[in-house]
């Protein structure tokens, strides 16, 4: 009987110490899945974090162009350098023109200086696409495909374009002619959109003075610019051997573009051109580089320039 008392207690104490070691197993379990989710959710919130970072790294919201620039204490520019007289370098090789001093009157009435960039006109757009500068100055227009990407100034100046011909040639006499002619141009430009409009055949140039080196030579037959370009090419080489037969009906505006989404930056510069204007920078600029008063706002706003 005795064993068999002390066989049951012992059963008893080993269920009781086995009841009480699974139950501790199971808080420890518990206790353990529980620390675990809770390492897991604080991994989930640091991984979460370090996304919201690289997202703000690759993908950084834009700072407003106007802020950005008078933190620089600059206004990058991109312009040609080889377009005169809107932007030439001088006999010093100072870069200089018409749209070159626009920009630095602007920069000023921005309270920054001005820095340029040089490139040819085909890569002006895309290095602004690019953000290589924050604007470019050098006869602009806002055709519709430069609108989707970018805001453009109010016009700072307008001029009427030209077409261009060998002085031997006779045959075309009117830009309605243009079609299926060989015309000396930038790819990219309005002058070109024109001539494409036109059913003209593009030859692809760096710039106005080979296009008109093309025309004299004969490798083209005609090419299309501004008058204003023209006239300041003839004042340097009267002898070339090309001459004007036709004039664009309308005058054709120049506004600076920059990026979208820069309402501060889009009223300050339009509010720069017009203090430009009404103290007489623009008129005074106009005068000295083109050698006519170009700088009034034009009606059309829909005719645009380069």
């Known amino acids: 009987m005795n064993s068999w008392l002390s066989l049951s207690?012992?059963?008893?104490?080993?269920?009781?110490?086995?009841?009480?070691?699974?139950?501790?197993?199971a808080n420890a379990a518990t206790a353990s899945v529980r620390q675990g989710a809770r390492k897991l959710a604080k991994s989930a919130a640091l991984l979460s974090a370090l996304g919201l970072v690289a997202a703000a790294i690759l993908n950084p919201a834009q700072a407003e162009l106007l802020d950005d620039i008078q933190a620089k204490g600059k206004i990058v520019i991109g312009t040609e350098g080889v377009y005169a007289p809107y932007t030439y370098h001088d006999e010093q090789n100072n870069l200089t023109g018409y749209d070159v001093e626009v920009g630095r009157a602007i920069a000023a009435e921005l309270g920054v200086k001005a820095e340029f960039v040089e490139s040819p006109w085909d890569s002006l757009i895309a290095g602004l696409d690019a953000k290589r500068y924050d604007v470019v100055i050098n006869q602009v227009g806002s055709t519709p495909?430069?609108?989707q990407k970018f805001d453009f100034s109010q016009p700072y100046t307008s001029v009427k374009g030209v077409l261009l011909v060998n002085q031997k040639n006779n045959e075309l006499?009117?830009?309605e002619q243009l079609k299926g002619h060989k015309v000396a141009t930038t790819i990219t430009s309005n002058w070109g959109q024109i001539v494409t409009g036109l059913g003209g055949e593009i030859v692809g140039v760096q710039g106005f003075d080979q296009a008109v080196q093309l025309v004299a030579s004969g490798?083209?037959?005609?090419?299309?610019?501004?008058?204003?370009?023209?006239n300041d090419y003839l004042s340097v080489k009267p002898n070339v051997p090309v001459k004007v037969v036709d004039r664009t009906k309308e005058s054709l505006n120049s506004e600076i573009p920059f990026h979208k989404g820069n309402p501060k930056f889009a009223a300050a510069i339009d509010q720069a051109i017009?203090?430009?204007?009404?103290?007489?920078?623009?008129?005074?600029?106009?005068?000295?580089?083109?050698?006519?008063d170009l700088?009034?706002?034009?009606?059309?706003s829909q005719a645009e320039a380069k």
């Open 9 to 25: 207690r012992a059963a008893t104490a080993a269920n009781t110490s086995v009841t009480t070691a699974a139950a501790t197993a």
């Open 145 to 147: 495909d430069r609108r």
């Open 173 to 175: 006499t009117s830009l």
């Open 219 to 230: 490798r083209a037959e005609a090419t299309v610019n501004s008058e204003i370009a023209w």
């Open 274 to 292: 017009n203090k430009l204007r009404d103290d007489g920078t623009l008129s005074e600029l106009s005068l000295k580089f083109l050698h006519v």
């Open 295 to 300: 700088s009034g706002k034009e009606v059309d």
